[in-house]
């Protein structure tokens, strides 16, 4: 499985940004598939992640209301929509694909393949 994460950019603050991320090798369908992010300096954490079929969706307290996660089974693609974007969301923006179960959709062991990542900057 590869998983391809574009739409990475710099943008101001209080401004909006769609990542994606296209898999090609298997089906988004019967996974769990989920962005992560990671900053200059700090550890990798969860942002949203979207349970394989039809939901539910899960995300960070951080991003919520802010970010919205959604998958496109035809394409065979998830996406990421940023709105109201502060400076903390700069990072490399990761997404993942995985058998994550409702209780373990926030740990990164839960997913077994992961995209290059993608560069956010929030300038203020």
């Known amino acids: 499985v590869q998983l391809q994460a574009s739409g990475g950019g710099l943008v101001q603050a209080g401004g909006s940004l769609r990542l994606s991320c296209a898999a090609s090798g298997r089906s988004f369908s019967q996974y769990t598939t989920a962005w992560f992010r990671q900053a200059p300096g700090k550890d990798r954490e969860f942002v949203a992640a979207?349970?394989?079929?039809?939901?539910?969706?899960f995300y960070a307290d951080s991003v919520k209301d802010r970010f919205t996660i959604f998958r496109d089974n035809a394409e065979n693609a998830i996406a990421l929509q940023m709105n109201s974007l502060k400076p903390e969301d700069t990072a490399v923006y990761y997404c993942a694909l995985g058998r994550a179960i409702i209780s373990s959709v926030r740990d990164m062991g839960s997913y077994g393949f992961w995209g290059q990542g993608t560069l956010v900057t929030v300038s203020s």
């Open positions: 979207v349970r394989w079929g039809s939901g539910p969706t």
